[in-house]
């Protein structure tokens, strides 16, 4: 018979479903959502350094319409957790939540890799049940300090750039004829822009040589008139003397006659 308010007119609503649920029980539905964040927000533009400390909240809730046990939460990283707390929860009622604290230390993997994903999950029961039950597990990502980015440590500026290479050199390129002032020694194939060469016939721009002039470097001996300037000029005087003697015994001769 149909429950009747206290008039007797009318169905009583309320009674009617209190005796729809004892009879027809609500079927269970277990749940958990799993929820992770850092605590407190990063700022703008905020990238976490080398060996600093990330605080995250890992929030664990019963979105179930049953009761749940013996539920252990697990964490993708090496996570410590918070004096007093614990990654494992005696039951949660349908709608109950249970926040725990845990703290990371930035590695130098987290650096090289630019970012830190930081997950974690649950596990439950329905209390005299061995099913498992399904849960939603909770994700979050932070930025790290790349070296690039402009440094490592708290603060950033502890970046390194690796140093530039050189540029290649092309072996095709004619290195020239290894030409030295006594001043500076240069490496093979190498020219002294400051170095003149000149024959004496043709002006010569720096750093170049006159392919027909002859260089002694005192180690070869040269042939008549060619060398250094020093040995062109001793040939020359003495062929301005046996000039002058050729001339003055010719002249001393004809006066004998």
């Known amino acids: 018979m149909a429950a009747t308010s206290s008039k007797g007119d009318t169905p009583d609503l309320t009674l009617y479903a209190q005796w729809k649920e004892v009879v027809e029980p609500v079927e269970p539905n277990p749940h958990l959502t799993v929820t992770k964040t850092v605590d407190p927000e990063p700022a703008a533009n905020k990238k976490f350094a080398l060996d600093e400390e990330i605080v995250y909240k890992i929030t664990v809730t019963n979105d179930g319409n049953v009761e749940l046990g013996d539920i252990k939460v697990t964490d993708t990283l090496n996570v410590t957790v918070a004096e007093g707390e614990s990654l494992e929860i005696k039951s949660l009622q ?129 042939t008549p008139f060619t060398g250094d300037d020093r040995h062109t000029d001793v040939w020359a005087f003495l062929s301005v003397l046996s000039l002058a003697g050729i001339v003055l015994l010719g002249r001393k001769r004809r006066e004998e006659e």
Do not use: F, H, M
């Open 94 to 222: 349908p709608g109950e939540s249970k926040t725990i604290t845990v703290t990371y230390k930035v590695t130098q993997e987290d650096i090289n890799r630019g970012s830190i994903t930081n997950g974690a999950t649950a596990e439950g029961k329905i209390p005299g049940s061995t099913e498992d039950i399904p849960v939603t597990p909770g994700e979050v990502t932070v930025p790290t300090n790349k070296p690039d980015d402009g440094g490592n440590t708290p603060g950033g500026g502890g970046g390194t750039r690796p140093p530039k290479e050189p540029d290649p050199v092309d072996p095709t390129d004619d290195p020239g004829e290894p030409i030295d002032d006594p001043d500076t020694p240069l490496a093979p194939g190498t020219i002294d822009d400051e170095t003149e060469i000149n024959d004496g016939d043709t002006p010569l721009a720096p750093g170049t040589i006159d392919e027909e002039a002859e260089i002694d470097d005192e180690a070869t001996p040269l």
